[in-house]
């Protein structure tokens, strides 16, 4: 997951994705889904380590949490999060350990077959893996799309549809997944975005060419409005093995 960077993301990731209103709308999704509240929980791809910290204080749940990024561990660990560096697909506990698995905007960075076959691994027999990811029909929408003209294809060979999801956790031997959909309006500053263009905040910048990168930051800095309003996507799937 450290191959485009998180590390040198770890500094700023919080201040550029803020824990206001609609990232606990998701949280709550992801509980009443999942059915997390109590539960034995394992995060794969922890990041900073606040949606495993919220599920410990508000859920009572004992969670342990992986990343593959040193700097985001550290991060989490500061939180006073259980969290320990490994990848989703080479997970560091027995078989059957868990009541959930639980992976927040993180299985695009993930090969998937091996990761939800370790997410089978690691939970008890009845016990599920939960999801949540952006959705793919929101790509040709997304707000800085205009300015970099290979970005949406190449996310969207990153997301998997909500079809495709289902199909790959009946691979890694999963039930029939639930699935629901939730659309966010969001809100931005001018200032705000550019610095998410500028810091290269979303992995997918990483995977631009130097010159695309470069001629769409230049035309954003030239363009970009004062407020930015956009849809954002999610898909949540949650499977029993």
């Known amino acids: 997951m450290n191959q485009i960077g998180f590390d040198e993301r770890a500094a700023r990731y919080d201040e550029l994705r803020p824990v206001d209103e609609q990232w606990w709308e998701v949280f709550a ?11 034995r929980v394992l995060e794969v791809g922890c990041g ?9 204080d508000r859920e009572l749940a004992r969670v342990w949490a992986v990343d593959a990024s040193h700097a985001m ?5 500061s939180l006073g999060v259980n969290a320990r560096v490994a990848r989703g ?10 009541d959930a698995v639980v992976a927040r905007m993180v299985i695009h960075l993930l090969d998937r077959p091996r990761a939800f076959a370790e997410a089978r691994r690691v939970v ?8 949540a990811t952006e959705d793919p029909a ?5 707000w800085f799309g205009g300015y970099f003209p290979s970005l949406a294809e190449i996310d969207r060979q990153r997301f998997p549809t909500a079809d495709a999801l289902a199909s790959e956790l009946r691979a890694a031997g999963f039930g029939e997944a639930t699935i629901e959909q939730l659309q966010q ?5 001018r200032e705000h975005a550019l610095d998410i263009l ?14 695309e990168y470069a001629d769409g930051l230049a035309r954003a800095e030239r363009e970009q409005p004062e407020t930015v309003e956009y849809s954002f996507g999610w898909i949540f799937a949650a499977a029993e093995a």
């Open 29 to 39: 999704s992801l509980v009443r889904i999942g059915n997390l509240r109590g539960a």
């Open 73 to 77: 561990v550290d991060k989490a660990r």
């Open 48 to 56: 900073t380590g606040r949606l495993a910290q919220g599920l410990a």
């Open 138 to 142: 929101t790509f040709d929408n997304l």
């Open 89 to 98: 697909e080479a997970l560091p506990f027995k078989a059957g350990w868990f």
């Open 124 to 131: 008890a027999p009845g016990g599920r893996l939960v999801i």
């Open 185 to 189: 309006r969001r809100v931005l500053t």
């Open 198 to 211: 500028r810091t290269k905040a979303y992995s997918t910048f990483s995977l631009l060419s130097d010159d």
